[in-house]
């Protein structure tokens, strides 16, 4: 049982149907409908014949353009390449000093370097590369495994406690809970350790009684790695505990915690991720950023 | 809810709770060491309190037999209430979520309050929870009244109802515990999507069963949407969970596709699901509400095919696009870009035909809040899908792809579109689901719908700044040839627009609560009365005057 109806506002016929109180009009399509429907197919058709499209077994319709994304890829990074080879060569080619007294050279690292380091560094060191607790500040002159070009080149390129096979290694052992050394004796050796960069007041009996015991401490077991003079050793990664810079905090806690429990810093060998340019320009980005800083 | 249900019924019900309830245990005590253990508990207890559910009412008065000559709505009532439950929860984890992205340390270093699993929390919570409950109250509600038959019985209705919500419930649950397949918008692991097949085909079955009695000779187009909706939907789980378990006691699985092809299955599903549960769904929705709360004749039939055909042939070979510039080959990426650019207009098809039905009756669009969410879905319906065509052109892609331009993208979809039809579908359905005059308030309504406007378009434009922002810092070159910023450098520049997000977010959320709350009082106390006609299965179609309609609700007169 169908009646079309006429609908009073638009003028048109229902299609004689109705559920539970909704009819349809039996309006015509739009023509914009048809023309855009068509236009959209006929852009398709188009790309089809031009672009790589449907799939033929094995093969596939190669397109008249003869469009190949992974060509094209390798196309524009190949000119990418050349391009930054203007620069880049002379990086690969010259000495740390001579790209140094370059302003330009040294106009594109600071450019690639700061993308460079934001994208692989930052997350430990910083945006600003100054490090936090537990992660060295890079700005300072103070270096755990050295500060000349090559030697952060080279931390760079293995890492620290890596799995890279010439890794820099190093460990503080864990001299209170490996049962090295008593409770005093660690309170001890602190205070003399704190004594060095931040001298006690005058006339503080207590606190001079526990940096003498303390410095016999040091000379026991803290020498070997750290010096007699407490300068540390780069060759170890030994850190100078004279100086004001400390990664892991240098207030009472921290260093006994550092005393008790050990330390093993870890940062990943960078050989295998980044090219020797890109280590380079790192290396240079670094030693510009702290010739800013004092 | 057990009163409803035959003597027959309940023992069937019962059947089922046990063996559930045992089918938990086992998994229990297989994964005791692993965090499918927990869930066979979950499952465990649940059953056993719906056998106590059970038992209670088992004793009460069967239904009687007048009852078939009445429509069966009692799993509409409770899936609308579940899914504004879903709603609240979905919408709180998502502005969480987007806070999260302002200040990382509101994961208060808890494991479960982790980006990574809050994440599919909110999208399951809104997608599945709200959305998929809505869609089958309304499916039921619609299916009924359209066909003028009653729904086959009166248990399977209920079983996919509250099967599906324990299927969500596994999965949001699931994502706490750190279960998950990591496959986006299908998580779950392979028991919650083995039971999901169990419900969503008798699902099909229950929809099938309805048809195949209507005493309409023909099919509506809104039922057209909500079948494409259940077929597709169980044809794109069942093939992008195809996986092998690690062993009955484990949640782990391991896909049975890898590589690219894992990624073309994972983005036809994960598309698909957009086109079909996310749209395909919600335009049946659309169909039956919209012109059901205008009072007025559906613009145009022939205009319908054309949508629904044009939508049901062309999305499905869209998804590739989610894959621009991958390892997927280019001829794939073509086709997938293409068709993508033709669904513009079958697209924009369904968006006009529901705007165009709004003509004589714009001075009601003015006046009803509801019928204005209605049509604002139907105009960001017609936004987003012109928008997902621009992004899936390769090199527009290029620009959006991995940036914030595509949550934008979805949330214009998701907020706009999906949220409104389905609020809009709810304050419709409510008063005449619990038969009341009207809702408890239309101002609430009208704030609701404010909240919802103004969120939205927050959210949208932030997102659109941030993503564009993004992309483009992504792919600027320095003088010296090489980029220019690096990640950080774009994240620090997307705070302004994460707060905005985040506020815009709260906003929705607080509309949706609003929302909660409304309902919650026409259920207890709005005035009864029938705002519908009477759920009587009607003998003959309803006489109606085009542009007259008398059978049309107008509680917002």
Redesign the interface.
């Known amino acids: 049982m169908s009646v079309e109806q006429r609908d009073p506002h638009s003028g048109y016929l229902t299609t004689g149907h109705e559920w539970n109180g909704i009819t349809e009009l039996n309006t015509p399509v739009p023509r914009p409908v048809y023309v855009f429907l068509i236009l959209t197919v006929v852009f398709s058709v188009v790309y089809w014949v031009l672009m790589p499209a449907w799939p033929l077994g094995s093969s596939f319709t190669k397109g008249l353009l003869g469009a190949d994304d992974r060509a094209a890829l390798a196309r524009s990074i190949q000119q990418a390449t050349a391009t930054r080879s203007a620069w880049t060569d002379q990086i690969a080619g010259k000495s740390f000093a001579e790209i140094e007294a370059d302003p330009r050279l040294m106009a594109d690292v600071r450019r690639a370097g700061h993308t460079l380091f934001g994208d692989n560094c930052s997350v430990c060191h910083g945006r600003d590369a100054r490090g936090g607790k537990g992660f060295p500040n890079l700005t300072t002159s103070s270096w755990l495994w050295g500060g000349s070009p090559e030697a952060i080149a080279e931390t760079i390129r293995v890492g620290i406690n890596a799995p890279h096979a010439d890794s820099r290694v190093s460990q503080m052992p864990a001299f209170g809970r490996d049962g090295i050394l008593k409770r005093d004796e660690m309170e001890n050796v602190v205070a003399y350790v704190l004594s060095l960069s931040k001298p006690p007041a005058l006339g503080d009996k207590v606190a001079a009684e526990r940096i003498t015991a303390g410095k016999a401490v040091f000379a026991a077991n803290c020498v070997a790695c750290h010096g007699a003079e407490a300068k540390g050793n780069p060759e170890l990664g030994a850190p100078d505990l004279t100086d004001a810079h400390w990664i892991h905090g240098n207030d009472e806690n921290s260093i006994y915690a550092d005393v008790w429990g050990g330390l093993k810093g870890q940062m990943p060998g960078w050989e295998g991720r980044l090219t020797p340019i890109e280590r380079k320009i790192l290396v240079l980005y670094l030693i510009d950023l702290r010739s800013k800083r004092p | 809810m057990i009163g409803q249900l035959t003597r027959t019924e309940r023992q069937i019900a019962l059947v089922i709770l046990i063996c559930v309830a045992a089918f938990g245990l086992a998994i229990a005590a297989a994964g005791k060491d692993d965090p499918i253990g927990a869930h066979g508990w979950l499952i465990m207890v649940l059953c056993i309190f719906g056998v106590f559910g059970v038992i209670s009412g088992y004793f009460a008065p069967e239904p009687s037999e007048e009852r078939l000559d009445s429509y069966y709505d009692e799993p509409s009532r409770v899936g609308i209430v579940l899914s504004m439950a879903w709603a609240a929860l979905g919408l709180f984890v998502g502005d969480w979520v987007a806070w999260l992205m302002v200040d990382p340390a509101l994961t208060f270093d808890a494991a479960w309050a982790s980006y990574g699993r809050l994440r599919p929390v909110h999208t399951t919570a809104v997608i599945f929870g709200f959305g998929g409950n809505a869609l089958i109250a309304t499916s039921f509600y619609v299916m009924q009244?359209?066909s003028?038959a009653r729904l086959p019985d009166q248990l399977s209705p209920l079983f996919v109802l509250l099967g599906y919500n324990l299927f969500c419930l596994l999965a949001v649950s699931g994502y706490l515990l750190g279960i998950t397949q990591s496959k986006e918008y299908a998580e779950p692991e392979w028991y919650a999507d083995l039971w999901l097949v169990i419900v969503w085909v008798t699902y099909f079955v229950v929809y099938l069963r309805t048809l195949a009695r209507r005493k309409?000779?023909?099919i509506?187009?809104a039922n057209w949407y909500y079948m494409a909706f259940i077929l597709v939907v169980a044809m794109l789980h069942i093939v992008n969970n195809l996986s092998v378990p690690v062993s009955f006691g484990s949640a782990k699985s391991y896909s049975l596709f890898s590589g690219v092809q894992d990624a073309m299955t994972q983005w036809w599903y994960g598309h698909n699901a957009v086109a079909f549960f996310l749209t395909a769904g919600f335009l049946g929705m659309l169909y039956?509400f919209l012109?059901?709360r205008a009072g007025?004749?559906?613009?145009?039939?022939?205009?319908?095919i054309?949508s629904f055909w044009?939508i049901t042939f062309l999305y499905m070979w869209a998804g590739s696009h989610h894959l621009h510039?991958t390892a997927l080959?280019?001829?794939v990426q073509?086709?997938g870009?293409?068709?993508s650019?033709?669904l513009?207009?079958?697209s924009?098809?369904s968006a006009?035909n529901a705007l165009l039905t709004l003509?004589?009756a714009w001075h009601r669009v003015r006046d009803d809040a509801t019928l204005r969410f209605m049509m604002v879905a139907a105009v960001f319906y017609g936004l987003s899908t012109f928008e997902g065509s621009f992004m899936a052109i390769r090199p527009v892609n290029a620009l959006s792809h991995y940036t914030d331009w595509t949550v934008g993208h979805v949330h214009a979809g998701a907020l706009g579109w999906v949220a409104m039809i389905t609020f809009g579908s709810i304050y419709a359905i409510v008063p005449w689901l619990w038969k009341r005059e009207r809702m408890h308030s239309d101002r609430l309504v009208e704030v609701h719908f404010w909240l919802a406007l103004a969120g939205t378009i927050i959210y949208v434009i932030a997102m659109w700044n941030s993503g564009i922002i993004q992309g483009l810092m992504w792919r600027t070159y320095?003088?010296?040839?090489?980029?220019?910023?690096?990640?950080?450098?774009s994240l620090i520049a997307m705070k302004p627009y994460y707060i905005a997000r985040a506020i815009g977010g709260l906003l929705f959320l607080i509309g949706g609560l609003v929302g909660c709350y409304n309902i919650w009082m026409t259920i207890r106390t709005a005035p009864r009365g029938v705002s519908e006609?009477s759920i009587a299965i009607p003998e003959?179609?309803?006489a109606?005057?085009?542009?007259?309609?008398g059978?049309?609700p107008q509680s917002a007169e």
């Open positions: 009244r359209t003028r309409e000779p023909h509506y187009v039956y012109p059901k007025r004749p559906l613009f145009s039939y022939r205009l319908s054309i044009g510039y080959p280019q001829w073509t086709l870009m293409t068709f650019v033709m513009l207009v079958p924009w098809a006009a003509n004589g320095s003088t010296s040839g090489t980029l220019a910023y690096s990640f950080v450098d006609p003959a179609p309803l109606v005057i085009p542009g007259r309609p059978a049309a």
